[in-house]
Structure formats: C-alpha cells, structure tokens
C-alpha cells in the first residue's frame, strides 16, 4: 500500500481510502446503500488497516450521523492509536428540518463540527470536507468558518467535494488572499465510464498542487462488470438506485476492453477499473466502500495490479471524452509552444 501526500501538505495517507456509507443504513435511501451494523463494520475498518490502509472517509448525513458514530466505535473496539489513522469527514447536506440546518454558512459549518467530533469520539478530524457547493453562502463565509476550526485545533486540513474548477480556484484565490488555511483536496467523481473531470477540474488540480480523492470509482458497481453482458446481475445496488449516471452504449465498449485486459492480468474487472486510477498522476487516493470483506479484499488486491503501456493505451482508446471546446481549440493554438 502505497503513501501519497494529500495535496501540497505534510499529510500522507494511502493510496486507497474506506469509505464508509455503507455503515448503519435501515430504511429508505441510506438502507438501500447499507445496512452494516457494529460488528460488521469493525470487520472491514480491520481489514482495512491491516492492508495498510490509513485514511477513512465519512460523512454526518451518512445514515443521519450512524456512519460516524460506527466508525468511531470501530476504533475504540480496535484500539486504534489515534495518530495511525487519518479521518475525514464532510458537511453541507441537511441534518435537521430548518433553514439553517444545512449548507455551509458559518452556523452550520461550526455547529456540525462539534456534532461530528462527538459522534466519532475524537478530540480533532484530519480532513474536514464541503461536501458540495453552496449557491446561498458566499465562498468567503465558508473559508473563514473552516479556518476558525483550524486555529481551534478542531481540524487538521480542509477539503472540497464536488466543486466546479471555478468554484475551486476562487476558494483557493479567496483563502490565500485573507491567509486562510489552504484547500488541500478534492473529493470527486472520476471513472474509466466518467472521464468529465480531465477538462477543466484535474488540469486546475495539477497545477494548483489540489490532492483528488476519488469517489465512486467502480461507477455504483457498474464496473465490475455485472449489469453487463451475458449473466447480468437482477439485484443490485443499481437495480434500485442508478448512480452515478453511466452512458451505456459507451460502457459496454468499456467493460469489453477490460474485460480482455482483467483475463491477461488473471484479475478481475473491478481490479482494472481500480488500477486505471491508481496510474492516474492526478490521483491521490480512491475511496473504495464495501458490505463484505470479501468485495474489500478484490478492491485492496488493485494495488498490486500493473498495468503497462499498451493496456493503457486501450483503455484510453475505448473510454477517451470526445473534442468539447475550449479543450479542442487550447490544444491546437498551443501546439506551436509544444
């Protein structure tokens, strides 16, 4: 398991991340995304660190504050040591009826902290995340909120989720001109089947030193290849939620190449979809999630999956994003500086 510096910070955490929404689900939405209890999710954060594992991803609207309080027991039950483990969490979604209990003003950022840190039992979060954009706080709110939380050594490093490149580079541009603490990374969709981000958001990630976090990276479970082909899956998550959207007639060209790509390496179709993005230099970390050991394990098992040139090079060929200006037109213009 390799160890990657998140961003341009001294943090490092492993190249793979546990994600954890699927613990404590019941009824509804977050019962259709998991329902592990206690004892199961001690289970995987186990396996996870003793793979090497370092770096843990919740979320307070996870299962309404249950995937928090889990995971924070999970540690207690283990006997983590506190520092062998780097925690991220994420606010904005709502978690109570009124106006005010959601987003990311100054109230709700400052307020959730406090929940969060008690639903995990900890003294302090490594990664506090904006788990998206907030069209009602300005972006300056928000920066000042995080950097209170900092100064308090409630948290460590602050990060972003699914933010525009704009949205990104004007937090960053805000923070560094009030001095506040800096975003360290992003935390965004990106698969063989959802490329969308190489236009605007990984060029801007690379030259500002922003560390990616990848969310989803099989698609919702769509890469591991089996809501296609002969023997497609009737259960699923998918059967009953289908996200993130995925072009089908264009995953099928997908799924074939990595198919023969899976079969060569004597691994699975997961694995190739993992290890795609683990050779991706905009990649810091893929959060993987799980409802058994056995699905974590084939995840963790990616890391020790090369992939050459040639295996590259096919996979690019059957999922590249067709020409979209400005893109097509920044290539041509700056071909004679090449």
């Keep these: 398991m390799r160890m990657r510096p998140l961003g341009r910070s001294g943090l490092f955490v492993s190249e793979l991340c546990l994600g954890t929404m699927t613990f404590g689900g019941s009824e509804g939405f977050w019962g259709q995304i998991g329902r592990l209890g206690q004892d199961e999710a001690d289970t995987l954060v186990k396996t996870a660190l003793d793979a090497g594992i370092n770096f843990?991803?919740?979320?307070?609207?996870?299962?309404?504050?249950?995937?928090?309080?889990?995971?924070?027991?999970?540690?207690?039950?283990?006997?983590?040591?506190?520092?062998?483990?780097?925690?991220?969490?994420?606010?904005?979604?709502?978690?109570?009826?009124?106006?005010?209990?959601?987003?990311?003003?100054?109230?709700?950022?400052?307020?959730?902290?406090?929940?969060?840190?008690?639903?995990?039992?900890?003294?302090?979060?490594?990664?506090?995340?904006?788990?998206?954009?907030?069209?009602?706080?300005?972006i300056a709110e928000t920066l000042e909120a995080l950097d209170t939380l900092v100064r308090h050594g409630h948290v460590r490093y602050l990060g972003l989720s699914n933010w525009a490149a704009w949205q990104v580079m004007k937090a960053i541009g805000i923070a560094e001109?009030?001095?506040?603490?800096?975003?360290?990374?992003?935390?965004?969709?990106?698969?063989?089947?959802?490329?969308?981000?190489?236009?605007?958001?990984?060029?801007?990630?690379?030259?500002?030193?922003?560390?990616?976090?990848?969310?989803?990276?099989?698609?919702?479970?769509?890469?591991?290849?089996?809501?296609?082909?002969?023997?497609?899956?009737?259960?699923?998550?998918?059967?009953?939620?289908?996200?993130?959207?995925?072009?089908?007639?264009?995953?099928?060209?997908?799924?074939?190449?990595?198919?023969?790509?899976?079969?060569?390496?004597?691994?699975?179709?997961?694995?190739?979809?993992?290890?795609?993005?683990?050779?991706?230099?905009?990649?810091?970390?893929?959060?993987?999630?799980?409802k058994r050991v056995g699905q974590l394990e084939d995840n963790i098992a990616a890391t020790r999956v090369r992939l050459d040139a040639d295996d590259l090079a096919r996979l690019d060929a059957a999922t590249r994003l067709p020409p979209e200006y400005p893109g097509w037109m920044l290539e041509r213009q700056g071909a004679y500086r090449a």
């Design 177 to 290: 001109m009030r001095r506040l603490a800096p975003i360290v990374s992003l935390q965004a969709y990106y698969t063989l089947v959802g490329r969308d981000l190489e236009r605007e958001i990984a060029p801007m990630l690379t030259a500002e030193g922003v560390g990616l976090m990848v969310w989803s990276p099989l698609a919702g479970g769509y890469l591991s290849g089996k809501y296609n082909g002969e023997g497609a899956a009737a259960d699923g998550r998918r059967t009953t939620f289908d996200f993130p959207p995925v072009d089908r007639t264009r995953g099928a060209v997908a799924l074939d190449a990595m198919r023969g790509i899976a079969e060569a390496r004597g691994c699975s179709v997961a694995q190739v979809a993992l290890a795609w993005l683990l050779h991706r230099d905009v990649v810091t970390s893929v959060i993987v999630g799980a």
């Design 56 to 138: 843990i991803d919740t979320a307070n609207v996870y299962a309404g504050g249950m995937s928090e309080r889990i995971l924070g027991q999970s540690l207690k039950n283990l006997g983590i040591p506190r520092d062998d483990v780097v925690v991220a969490t994420k606010v904005l979604g709502p978690m109570g009826e009124g106006p005010n209990a959601r987003g990311a003003s100054r109230g709700h950022i400052l307020s959730q902290c406090k929940a969060s840190l008690a639903r995990l039992g900890l003294d302090h979060i490594d990664l506090y995340q904006i788990h998206g954009f907030d069209p009602a706080t300005p």
